[in-house]
């Protein structure tokens, strides 16, 4: 990257300004190439030796300080000869005047002086060139009320640099920006003095940083010297934070990268309050992410820091990340623990890592794995709620291999499962797999595009498959090894005569040992015969009702039978479970009907139409013609009920056609299990239009402890978590704004024949802005069935959130508390940080808020 106070030094000589309007003319000059083609270097330079002019030709052609034209080409065509005839790239500029002054030797570019240099612009109210001084001025002026405007302003792509004045000295080739200020990005950069020792060097005394956009600022980042390479790195010493230019804290120097690829650097400190261990009410102070990030090439990087705490001791973190492109990957993460407890001290560890490989097309190996020295390492060191959580360690590897033409796949797999809490593991080690894929037992598989007449037996097809497994089971004081396996063929076959009407009959023949190891574990083997027969149609009601902007609505029928057949045997013992004791054969005949409605609103607005489903009501049974009793399953009934994306209502019934003495009644089943779900959201943007009361989808997504990113996957219903699960502590981003409100309600009653139990609950969430900077959230959750307890009782609250925010020009302010259990337990969590760096923040009170 150029470093734009060279740029901009060059830019403002006006040694390189080739055309202007004369003081006559009122309006500027348009933007034009300059005549003489001047080469403008990327690297400032001092320009040639000037040839012998003697200044009394230049003084007799300027004998005003606005000259007609003829004299103002004579003075031009002096200057060039005067520069010398180096042809270059050129540029262009624009001014209303330029003025040559004899007194002081010096040119003049006056009244909206604008010089262009490929995707550089820069502005000034005026640009002086002193020849005697060899000194080149950008500077602001006075207009006639006294005011300063013009102020240089140098502009390249989204960089901005402002500053009082611009000064250059050409002979010594070091330039100064007074008072200069750059926006980049979301930073500002400032500084008092600016000094260019090089092209690509310059000094900055008492410069600044910060996101704020105010003239003054409420808070930056402070050093009295700055050393900068440009594109490279700088060097501050020493760095102060401070607010409204108190100086808070400092840190004696500090080194940040200018580079925009990825890049070797010191990891982002912070500093915060962390409970001494899973559970504990004492707290103390930590130091995180003390460390350095190694990025030697493309292919790995290596980040190594260290935690620092006020009691317990420090937690060392390691992260390896390799990667090859379409051949491997992988990360291997490890921390250790010193953990200080009085006087002693022990040492804990934790390593995960997980690799992939491609080896060639057909062939990959992937392997994955967690291990731990104690079952409390995660809970006492890991601010996450999923991993606190998660109690199961798992690790594996697995290599697979397929051949393409054939259709044969080989799976090679170890495994081991814990589990922290109970101490108990699994292990496989190995497991053996060969599978064959489907094909057709004559002729070849038939391809897309192809015609459809096709020969009956070509509808057959076969696969296969093989499984040797030996596995460990037990804890660490008992321990069963057992070593099982299993074949399996199966022929099949799809038939469609009609459209309405499917056939799938197949044939399995499969065998299994449970533990080859045991002699007196006998063989299976069994034969397994099904056929289904499915008769399917779909009928189409229209209506049209034109009723304001409903045009029409659809009925879908869709009726459903389906006849299985299924006939098993089975022969323990023998070879491979040939000619050992048959079982007789077990047949299973079942009928299942199924009957679905759903229902289609076409919507016309303007132009656009919409369809949406209203509704859908759907029943199934079966009859299981060889049970003796009951053979006609319990009826099962649900209806869905959409309006637009503001309310879901999902009703679900199951009823029983038998009585209590199992007499079939088939007009009037008796209710046997009872469920409703219903939730309504609405929502609206701060500008007061609705937002089509859609719940926010945005997953929430929690930092690990050297930056990256996991996501948080939302509820399984209503799309939006309540409570503890809505992630109180998310980034101020993730909040939204303007109002909402979300309701979700439950009911279920189940019956048997001497009991009934009943389930009620009540889920409601709201936010909305009490004004522009402060934000309320608040969400429950309610027991409504709890016998004993009165309805209004705060035993009923489950989980309850109060969440009120304040936002400030730079920072926001987060106060979460239970109000339900506030005036007990006094329990909070109080979080600040600022919104374009949310590393900075203070937080106060209990996480799990």
Not at 189 to 206: D, K, L, M, W
Not at 242 to 248: C, S, T, V
Not at 463 to 476: P, V
Request: a positive charge; glycine letters at 6%; charged letters at 25%.
């Amino acid at each position: 990257m150029i470093h734009p106070l060279a740029l901009c030094l060059v830019l403002t000589s006006p040694l390189y300004a080739q055309q202007a309007s004369t003081g006559e003319q009122a309006k500027p000059a348009p933007l034009q190439q300059a005549s003489t083609g001047e080469s403008v270097g990327l690297k400032l330079v001092r320009p040639q030796e000037e040839p012998a002019v003697e200044a009394t030709e230049i003084e007799q052609a300027l004998q005003d300080s606005t000259v007609g034209i003829a004299d103002l080409q004579q003075a031009r065509a002096l200057l060039a000869t005067a520069r010398g005839t180096d042809k270059g790239k050129g540029f262009e500029y624009q001014a209303t005047y330029m003025r040559y002054y004899e007194v002081g030797d010096s040119i003049l570019l006056q009244g909206q002086a604008v010089v262009l240099h490929k995707e550089a612009k820069l502005e000034a109210a005026e640009m002086v060139f002193r020849r005697k001084l060899d000194q080149v001025e950008a500077r602001a002026a006075l207009d006639s009320s006294g005011r300063i405007v013009g102020h240089p302003v140098l502009r390249k792509g989204d960089e901005t640099l402002r500053g009082e004045r611009i000064l250059y000295d050409l002979e010594s080739e070091q330039g100064t920006i007074l008072s200069g200020r750059i926006h980049r990005d979301k930073g500002f950069f400032a500084g008092n003095i600016i000094q260019t020792r090089t092209a690509e060097e310059f000094h900055v005394h008492r410069g600044s940083y910060t996101t704020c956009d105010k003239d003054h600022p409420h808070f930056d980042f402070y050093s009295p010297r700055i050393k900068v390479l440009a594109g490279n790195i700088a060097v501050a010493r020493p760095v102060y934070f401070r607010i409204a230019r108190r100086r808070l804290f400092w840190i004696p120097f500090y080194v940040f990268s200018l580079r925009e690829d990825r890049q070797s650097g010191i990891l982002t400190p912070s500093f915060g309050n962390r409970p001494l261990n899973f559970g504990a009410s004492q707290s103390e102070w930590e130091l995180r992410n003390l460390g350095y990030y190694l990025a030697p090439n493309d292919y790995w990087d290596l980040s190594l820091a260290t935690d620092l705490r006020q009691r317990s001791g420090w937690l060392g973190r390691a992260r390896f990340n390799y990667a090859l492109r379409y051949r491997f990957k992988g990360r291997i993460n490890a921390q250790l623990e010193n953990r200080q407890q009085g006087r002693s001290a022990s040492r804990n560890w934790r390593v995960e890592f997980n690799h992939s490989q491609e080896l060639g097309r057909d062939a990959s190996l992937r392997a994955a794995g967690t291990f731990q020295s104690n079952k409390s390492f995660s809970q006492d060191n890991s601010s996450s709620l999923q991993d606190r959580l998660n109690r199961t360690l798992r690790s594996n590897l697995s290599y697979s291999k397929r051949w393409r033409g054939s259709g044969n796949s080989l799976s090679l797999k170890a495994s081991q499962t814990k589990n922290l809490d109970t101490e108990t593991f699994d292990t496989i080690l190995p497991e053996i797999s060969l599978r064959k894929s489907r094909k057709p037992l004559w002729g070849r598989e038939q391809k897309k595009g192809q015609p459809q007449q096709q020969p009956w037996y070509s509808r057959i097809f076969y696969d296969g498959n093989a499984r040797l497994r030996n596995s460990t089971r037990g804890t660490s004081t008992d321990t069963t090894d057992r070593t099982n396996a299993d074949i399996g063929l199966r022929l099949s076959a799809q038939y469609r005569p009609f459209t309405w009407f499917n056939i799938n009959p197949s044939l399995s023949e499969d065998w299994r040992d449970q533990d080859l190891r045991d002699g007196d574990t006998r063989s299976l083997h069994s034969d397994r015969f099904a056929t289904r027969l499915a008769l399917t149609q779909t009928a189409y009601g229209l209506f049209n009702p034109q009723i304001g902007p409903l045009q029409a609505i659809r009925h879908v029928f869709k009726p459903n039978l389906s006849l299985n057949y299924q006939a098993t045997r089975a022969d323990t013992g023998g070879v491979l479970g040939f000619g050992g004791d048959a079982s007789p054969l077990k047949q299973q005949r079942k009928l299942d009907i199924r009957l679905d409605n759903t229902f289609w609103a076409k919507i016309q607005r303007g132009e656009d139409e919409l369809k949406v489903r209203l509704a859908q009501l759907n029943f199934g049974t079966s009859y299981d013609f060889e049970k003796k009793e009951r053979p006609l399953a319990d009826l099962r009934s649900s209806m869905s009920i959409e309006a637009g994306r503001y309310l879901d209502s999902r009703l679900t019934l199951q009823n029983e056609f038998y009585d209590t003495q199992n007499q079939l009644q088939l007009f009037s089943p008796r209710l046997r299990q009872f469920e409703i779900r219903t939730s309504a959201n609405w929502s609206r943007r701060a500008t007061g239009r609705q937002n089509n009361a859609e719940p926010s989808n945005q997953q929430d997504r929690r930092s690990d402890d050297f930056g990256s990113s996991q996501q948080r996957q939302p509820s399984n219903y209503g799309q939006q978590q309540f409570g503890f699960e809505s992630g109180l502590l998310n980034d101020i981003d993730n909040r939204r704004r303007g109002s909402r409100f979300q309701f979700s309600h439950y009911y279920s009653q189940t019956r048997t024949t001497a009991t009934k139990t009943v389930r009620s609950w009540l889920r409601a969430s709201a936010g909305f802005s009490l004004t522009p900077s402060w934000h309320c959230n608040y969400s429950i959750n309610y027991n409504l069935r709890a016998p004993g307890t009165a309805l209004f009782a705060t035993d009923r609250i489950t989980s309850e959130l109060l969440s009120l925010q304040k936002e400030f020009h730079d920072w926001t302010a987060t106060l979460n508390l239970e109000p339900s259990t506030f005036h007990k337990n006094r329990a909070f969590f109080f979080k600040a940080q600022f919104k374009d760096i949310p590393q900075i923040k203070f937080e106060r009170g209990e996480r799990r808020f």
